[in-house]
T-cell receptor, first 110, second 112 residues
Framework: DAGVTQSPTHLIKTRGQHVTLRCSPISGHKSVSWYQQVLGQGPQFIFQ???????GRGNFPDRFSARQFPNYSSELNVNALLLGDSALYLCASSLGPEQYFGPGTRLTVT | GIQVEQSPPDLILQEGANSTLRCNFSDSVNNLQWFHQNPWGQLINLFY???GTKQNGRLSATTVATERYSLLYISSSQTTDSGVYFCAVKTLSNFGNEKLTFGTGTRLTIIP
């Protein structure tokens, strides 16, 4: 069975630009969560979506937004990129209480 | 919010050694997971263990929810065990969403 997939793998953007990251959950999983991991720290919760509705939001500015599609895939959008947004962005999916993570998208903002 | 602390922060061991990693949390939880993050950043599920004891090969884990800690045991370490180990918890007060709060991590290095 395919695991959680994310695209792109790596991305380099310039300050002020916009970025869209994509995630496909494990087949049958209806919940998708996004996490940001900066170097040397543990992942930090950004959003959770279930059945296309936002179920939770972490302490991130409004520049961060997300949505979930009818096929349960999800997009994370970040506007007006800052140098501090450089990080590994992780997507997780779940059917029950256990979450499964994708390989991540490594975003570099220059 | 809940605080999740892991110890030790760094651990260097010879191949074949055993190790114990600890995760302390400051509030009641209804979900606890252990992950291994490999050098490429992939988080690999090790255990879902909100309470009790589980074993999987050379790895085992114990969570004592009433005392707010969990332990991960690695026996007969191999170089492929190197990486960062995270525990992550979901609190009882976080009803309605699946937010995991991650610990500070333990960086394990196994020397051949």
């Amino acid at each position: 069975d395919a695991g959680v997939t994310q695209s792109p793998t790596h991305l380099i953007k310039t300050r002020g630009q916009h970025v869209t990251l994509r995630c496909s959950p494990i087949s049958g999983h209806k919940s998708v969560s996004w996490y940001q991991q900066v170097l040397g720290q543990g992942p930090q919760f950004i959003f959770q979506y279930y059945e296309k509705e936002e179920r939770g939001r972490g302490n991130f500015p409004d520049r961060f937004s997300a949505r979930q599609f009818p096929n349960y895939s999800s997009e994370l959008n970040v506007n007006a990129l800052l140098l501090g947004d450089s990080a590994l962005y992780l997507c997780a999916s779940s059917l029950g209480p256990e979450q499964y993570f994708g390989p991540g998208t490594r975003l570099t903002v220059t | 919010g809940i605080q999740v602390e892991q110890s030790p922060p760094d651990l260097i061991l010879q191949e074949g050694a055993n190790s114990t990693l600890r995760c302390n949390f400051s509030d009641s939880v209804n979900n606890l997971q252990w992950f291994h993050q490999n050098p490429w950043g992939q988080l690999i599920n090790l255990f879902y263990i909100p309470s009790g004891t589980k074993q999987n090969g050379r790895l085992s884990a114990t969570t004592v929810a009433t005392e707010r800690y969990s332990l991960l045991y690695i026996s007969s370490s191999q170089t492929t065990d190197s990486g960062v180990y995270f525990c992550a918890v979901k609190t009882l007060s976080n009803f309605g969403n699946e937010k995991l709060t991650f610990g500070t991590g333990t960086r394990l290095t196994i020397i051949p």
